[in-house]
């Protein structure tokens, strides 16, 4: 269902835009020696998420167990490093302005996303590290499961539709 809405979003987006026929030709932000960490940290925050989310949404049965459920514990703390790595690059820039209203819809969605994208990435860090601990009895682990498969697959739809906005606000050519 959640990815059924992103993939509704980001159809709707394309026809708004050609619609309303938004610029595609805008510039890059300026050149600075940070710009290809920044490249580096968005590459790797979205190839760990893939990673993690293609071991988390193809799998056998109802849960994720076995070899699949290695793989995906392999690359979570890659995702998990990428991710506040991501948040920390992105922050500052993700900051609401009265201006952003002016210069299009992609700036501010892509600054709404990446806040709901931290807000869920929260529970789903933390409840899963807590659901490793001899914190909570059988049922509180269940519920801290419960949490990082709820959270989980809504958080991985933020940050690509963060991802995808991202890339129209440089398209369009946001300064910001």
Known sequence: MIWALVAAIVAADLVLRLVFRRSFAGGAHPSSGWRW??????LGGLATLALVA???????????????????VTYAPA??????????????????????????????????????????AIPTFVSILAAMFPIADTEG????????????????AMALLFAYFALMAWREGSKD
């Open 37 to 42: 960490v920044r490249v580096a940290v968005n």
């Open 54 to 72: 293609y071991t988390a949404l193809f799998h056998d049965g109802p849960v994720l167990t076995g070899s699949q459920l290695i793989s995906h």
């Open 79 to 120: 995702f998990a490093v990428a991710a506040v790595a991501v948040a920390i690059c992105w922050a500052d820039r993700s900051r609401f302005a009265a201006q952003d209203w002016h210069r299009g819809w992609a700036l501010p969605l892509r600054k709404l996303f990446f806040w709901i994208a931290i807000a869920l």
């Open 141 to 156: 682990q269940q519920t801290l499961l419960r949490v990082h498969r709820t959270c989980g697959p809504i958080f991985a």
